[in-house]
């Protein structure tokens, strides 16, 4: 599992910056209700997302982080409007907002009760009328069917804690309902083997743990591929939207 205090530092450049930003904002904010006036962004890591968001109009904007450099960095792009928080606890009331996003979260989450807890309090701050808006199957939306692609195939892997159906479900279980989707591409985001491989020696791969010689094996693979530098194709994202009913 990475750092992200550690991350946090080389989060945008690496993660495809302003472009990828950009395009997560646009579709997050085409499944939020156009008459919302408050939105929650969960794990909003250095706020370039959240800026955008926060710029749509009418829209008051929060972002929360539990890293502490990741919530400074958001900070410093929404003074006054970040929170440093577990968001299996979030320190907000019942129905405070009309719109959650977690771009980017729920891959990350273990165990699966606490991916439950993190949907069940998203639910709990939504006013009725209001949409939770989630990223889904982040693992799956990497395969985009590269060499790089086919060299990782064979890696050990672990259940997505983020997968559709389970994330539908555990929303269900809390009153939330489904309300829509959308697909964004993550700019810059095409990997090369090179940076596959810095990747993988950096903890990118959680089941191939650095150093070990089950990861040099797939480093090596990923080396022999031609054209090193050269990027392969974006992945897309996908995000899913549950609408908390106007007479829940």
């Excluded at 890293?67 to 410093?76: G, K, L, P, V």
């Excluded at 907000?92 to 980017?104: L, Y």
């Excluded at 989707?181 to 950096?202: E, K, M, N, T, Y």
């Amino acid at each position: 599992m990475l750092d992200y205090d550690e991350e946090a530092e080389r989060y945008d450049v690496s993660r495809g910056g302003e472009p990828r930003a950009a395009a997560a904002a646009e579709a997050v904010l085409s499944l939020v209700p156009p008459r919302a006036s408050g939105l929650l962004d969960i794990a909003c890591g250095t706020g370039i997302v959240t800026r955008r968001l926060a710029a749509h109009d009418g829209l008051r904007v929060t972002g929360v982080d539990l890293a502490q450099t990741m919530a400074r960095h958001a900070a410093a792009r929404l003074p006054g409007a970040v929170v440093r928080a577990d968001s299996r606890r979030l320190p907000f009331r019942d129905g405070e907002f009309d719109a959650v996003s977690s771009v980017w979260l729920l891959h990350l989450v273990e165990p699966a009760e606490d991916v439950r807890r993190v949907v069940a309090e998203c639910a709990r701050v939504l006013r009725p009328g209001g949409v939770y808006v989630t990223t889904v199957d982040k693992g799956a939306s990497h395969n985009v069917g590269s060499d790089i692609d086919a060299v990782l195939a064979t890696r050990p892997r672990r259940p997505a804690s983020d997968a559709a159906a389970l994330v539908e479900s555990y929303a269900l279980a809390c009153g939330l309902v489904p309300a829509g989707q959308a697909r964004f591409r993550g700019r810059g985001q095409g990997r090369s083997p090179r940076r596959a491989v810095a990747d993988l020696r950096r903890g990118w791969f959680v089941t191939l743990p650095p150093g070990e010689p089950l990861a040099e094996g797939f480093a090596a693979r990923l080396q022999a591929l031609p054209d090193q530098d050269r990027p392969r194709p974006d992945p897309e994202f996908t995000l899913r939207a549950f609408l908390r009913p106007p007479d829940a």
